[in-house]
């Protein structure tokens, strides 16, 4: 069965950089886009951008550009999204989520989703 | 970008109630929409996509509606199960953007 498991969780202080991964398993990694979706604690989901792990192409958030990162690792099946300069206000739980398609085609909802990687940023 | 918005925020129902969630779009989006449940905890879970299509698993209780700006998810007849928090998300134009959620407690 298709899942998506994630690293765990992470205490940074301001300024700093995380790297969350995301191991697929159960179907092929390179035929779906890879997206990362974060939450605030009881707040809403905000989508964050795009990976297709076949040409390593990427998407982002107009709100992120510059401070993320989403890259993969084919062999290791699995994808890892960065986030650089941290501040208080991305303490969150981050979600990768998996694209029914990928590049043009397919749908562009999310059907597969990890558990979630809880990054505290506090000094 | 486009930004979602759904009522209400929060509502009280029963066990066996018929319930109905609005979710609007600030334009159109077609039909380029999916909702979600989450529960307290967990990742988000998908109910239906392209506004009125039910994921493969999900129960026939669940139906959605709707093209453009405006759009449902209606639950026949609420179940213990169904007590969560659901969210909207377009999916027509990055970037994506999800509705603030509504939250569907026990009455």
């Known amino acids: 069965q298709v899942q998506l498991v994630q690293s765990g969780a992470e205490v940074k202080k301001p300024g700093a950089s995380v790297k969350v991964s995301c191991k697929a398993s159960?179907?092929?990694?390179?035929?779906?886009?890879i997206n990362w979706v974060r939450q605030a604690t009881g707040q809403g989901l905000e989508w964050m951008g795009w990976?297709?792990?076949?040409?390593?192409?990427?998407g982002y958030a107009q709100k992120f550009q510059g401070r993320i990162s989403i890259t993969r690792n084919t062999s290791m099946i699995t994808a890892y999204m960065e986030l650089s300069s941290l501040r208080s206000e991305d303490t969150a739980v981050y979600y990768c989520?998996?694209?029914?398609?990928?590049?043009?085609?397919?749908?562009?909802?999310?059907?597969?989703w990890g558990q979630g990687t809880l990054v505290i940023v506090s000094s | 970008d486009i930004q979602m918005t759904q009522s209400p925020s929060s509502l009280s129902a029963s066990v066996g109630d018929r319930v109905t969630f609005t979710c609007r779009a600030s334009?159109?989006?077609?039909?380029?929409l999916a909702w979600y449940q989450q529960k307290p905890g967990k990742a988000p879970k998908l109910l239906i996509y392209?506004?009125?299509s039910l994921e493969s698993g999900v129960p026939s209780r669940f139906s959605g509606r709707g093209s453009g700006t405006e759009f449902t998810l209606t639950i026949s007849s609420l179940q213990p199960d169904d007590f969560a928090t659901y969210y909207c998300?377009?999916?027509?134009?990055?970037?994506?953007?999800f509705g603030q959620g509504t939250k569907l407690e026990i009455k």
């Open positions: 334009q159109s989006i077609s039909s380029w």
């Open positions: 989520a998996r694209r029914p398609g990928a590049g043009t085609l397919g749908a562009r909802y999310f059907d597969y």
């Open positions: 990976m297709n792990p076949n040409s390593g192409n990427t």
């Open positions: 392209k506004a009125s």
């Open positions: 159960g179907y092929t990694f390179t035929n779906y886009d």
């Open positions: 998300q377009q999916y027509n134009s990055f970037p994506y953007s």
